[in-house]
């Protein structure tokens, strides 16, 4: 049973651009959301996270955006950067629920 | 200072085999989860510890699998009779606490079972 869903495996963008990573939950009862960077032979690294009681949450060139009622969530990097080539996974929970669930990761890679 | 730490970094063993993996986590962290990543999925639940005590397990896949962290700090996955299908990066995690405290992930150990 996936709960957490990235359907896109891969994306690839110019330097420059705008990177939008999209995510989708079954369960209603998640209320926070995270993003996880994962770079080869290294362990998921946190980026950003989002609670249910926002809808947008920005730390620089990083902003997620929640929209409850689709169940749908993106992560949107501006200006991509070749360094943020990498796997991003979307992860979510039940506050303060320690079992986090995430997608199959999207692979994004960034041009020079 | 050090992040989490995971021995050892490649398995291969044969089926059937007894494994153990470690993990340390980073001090001061009382919260310890283990993942499992099978090729082309994201990271899996199995189990975490709130000190000594696993206060969650139910991502086990069976009673081959298990997991302890005796003095609250490193732990140990022990997988026996190990099936092909276990294979997979075995990811251990920590956090300062439980709920909503950021989870730092070690590298993972690469188990292969031929």
């Known amino acids: 049973d996936q709960q957490v869903k990235q359907n896109s495996p891969s994306l690839s963008v110019q330097e420059g651009r705008i990177s939008i990573l999209n995510c989708d939950y079954t369960n209603s009862m998640f209320d926070y959301f995270l993003w996880y960077k994962k770079y080869p032979a290294e362990g998921p690294t946190f980026l950003i996270s989002?609670?249910?009681?926002?809808d947008k949450n920005e730390d620089g060139r990083f902003t997620v955006f929640l929209n409850k009622s689709a169940k749908h969530l993106s992560l949107h990097i501006v200006p991509s950067q070749p360094g943020d080539s990498a796997v991003y996974f979307c992860?979510?929970?039940?506050?303060?629920?320690?079992?986090?669930?995430f997608g199959a990761g999207t692979r994004l890679t960034v041009k020079p | 200072g050090a992040g989490v730490s995971q021995t050892p970094s490649n398995k291969v063993t044969e089926k059937g085999k007894y494994v153990e993996l470690r993990c340390d986590p980073i001090s001061g962290h009382t919260a310890l989860y283990w993942y499992r990543q099978s090729l082309g999925q994201g990271p899996e639940f199995l189990i975490y510890f709130q000190g000594t005590g696993a206060a969650d397990d139910s991502g086990l896949p069976n009673d081959r699998f298990f997991a302890v962290r005796p003095e609250g700090s490193v732990s140990t996955l022990k997988i026996q009779r190990t099936e092909r299908g276990d294979s997979a990066v075995y990811l251990c995690?920590?956090?300062f606490g439980l709920g909503g405290d950021t989870q730092y992930f070690g590298p993972g150990t690469r188990l292969t079972v031929l």
């Open positions: 992860a979510a929970r039940v506050y303060n629920n320690n079992d986090m669930r």
């Open positions: 989002i609670s249910s009681i926002k």
């Open positions: 995690a920590s956090s």
